[in-house]
């Protein structure tokens, strides 16, 4: 089965830094979305993406957070100058184009552990 | 968008069956019942998702009743494996690309 893969699986980063998080969507997915999960809280929205435009985005992507579909297959998520809070669990994750009845589901990725010092 | 509550933890044992019952009272027509289920260090993994009546897959069952204000995810003969964090989502069926809103889900640990 297709699947979401994010790498690296850990990146450890010094506050102020810019870090980038990648992923690879399933191939015939049009919606890409980003979430973050702090350890042991829910799983949060970050932003959502569609025909190379931001669809909707949280309070908490800010203007430090950004969102690129570089090429055909890879979806990033660029945080510009890191702070502690950042420190989480991102997700990726794509779901296909819908079918014009319910909705498809979202698959995720295993994530990022990110890490700031 | 439609509140959720479920029970914050379930215990079980090898080979019994799990329910897990989620409330959504405030629950608009377009509105579908999505369940997902997330293992430590994983992102979540889409498990069922259903409208109304009953849906059966090769992992679960989804029973919603016909007023549709609460779902229940059943697991049938659970194992050590199925130990995770299970969660009910209620959202918009209409239109592709939603954003998926979490709570904080039923944490279920099977024993052995």
């Known amino acids: 089965e297709p699947e979401v893969t994010q790498t690296p699986s850990h990146q450890v980063t010094q506050m102020g830094q810019e870090v980038i998080l990648r992923c690879v969507p399933i191939?015939?997915?049009?919606?890409f979305y980003w979430y973050r999960q702090i350890l042991g809280q829910k799983v949060e929205f970050l932003v959502s993406?569609?025909?190379?435009?931001?669809?909707?985005k949280s309070e908490i992507f800010d203007d430090q957070f950004s969102v690129e579909r570089p090429d055909g297959s890879n979806f990033t998520l660029k945080i510009r100058s890191t702070k502690l809070e950042d420190s989480a669990m991102y997700f990726c994750?794509?779901?296909?184009?819908?079918?014009?009845?319910?909705?498809?589901?979202?698959?995720f990725g295993d994530g990022t552990r990110l890490s700031i010092l | 968008l439609a509140k959720t509550t479920q029970p914050i933890s379930m215990d079980s044992y090898e080979g019994q069956e799990v329910n897990i019952t989620c409330s959504h009272n405030?629950?608009?027509?377009?509105?579908?019942i999505t369940w997902y289920q997330q293992f430590p260090s994983q992102g979540p993994r889409f498990i069922i998702q259903?409208?109304?009546t009953k849906v059966t897959n090769e992992v679960a069952s989804l029973f919603i009743p016909a007023d549709r204000k609460s779902s229940t995810l059943s697991l049938p003969r659970v194992s050590l494996s199925d130990t995770a964090v299970y969660y009910c989502?209620?959202?918009?069926?209409?239109?592709?690309?939603?954003?998926?809103?979490f709570g904080g889900g039923t944490r279920v640990l099977v024993k052995p």
């Open positions: 994750a794509s779901s296909p184009p819908g079918t014009g009845g319910w909705e498809q589901p979202q698959h």
């Open positions: 191939s015939n997915h049009l919606y």
């Open positions: 993406f569609y025909n190379n435009e931001i669809s909707e």
């Open positions: 405030n629950i608009a027509t377009n509105d579908y």
């Open positions: 259903g409208y109304k």
């Open positions: 989502l209620v959202g918009d069926g209409r239109a592709a690309g939603n954003k998926l809103t």
